[in-house]
């Protein structure tokens, strides 16, 4: 949930967000069926969602409460396929999913290529004209592994910007 209600937000207008929902519910994050229970508009209004990011919450909600996505098991998954689990809920990309890999299940080797935090700060870092596309950043941070995830970690606090 919390990769939803940070989508394409800079990192203090997500956390203000997140801050609105949990205090929604008392404080902790809400189960599947409270989001399901909820008002979609009343949920909308108090966090400060959009009507896209409601309906991604509710999609990942449904995929849970369904069991067509099982939380208790991706920690088990390669990564390949915890993306591929997660990225199955609409509203779930990517960029969505590799947060979840750095941030929850801590995976050591996560390199974000749709970040524009990292993209920026590879451009910085290594004095390049243009942001590099993913073949660009993959080919630059091959050095990087097995620790992708933590010089991604390194090149957000070069842009003094931390991630949800």
């Known amino acids: 949930m919390r990769g939803i209600a940070g989508q394409q937000l800079s990192v203090l207008a997500a956390r203000a967000i997140w801050r609105k929902l949990i205090a929604r ?24 969602f959009s009507r896209a990011k409601v309906v991604y919450l509710r999609s990942l909600a449904e995929h849970v409460v369904a069991g067509e996505l099982e939380l208790e098991r991706l920690a088990d998954l390669p990564d390949d396929e915890v993306m591929r689990e997660l990225t199955a809920v609409k509203g779930i990309g990517e960029w969505t999913a590799q947060m979840f890999l750095m941030f929850t299940l801590h995976r050591p080797d996560v390199l974000p290529t749709g970040d524009l935090g990292i993209r920026n700060a590879i451009q910085r870092a290594y004095g390049l004209e243009t942001a590099p596309k993913p073949a660009e950043m993959e080919a630059i941070a091959e050095p990087w592994r097995p620790y992708r995830t933590r010089a991604s970690r390194y090149l957000w606090r070069s842009l003094a910007n931390e991630p949800v």
């Open 25 to 48: 519910f008392d404080g902790r994050t809400p189960t599947p069926q409270e989001i399901l229970a909820d008002d979609p508009d009343e949920l909308r209004a108090a966090a400060g």
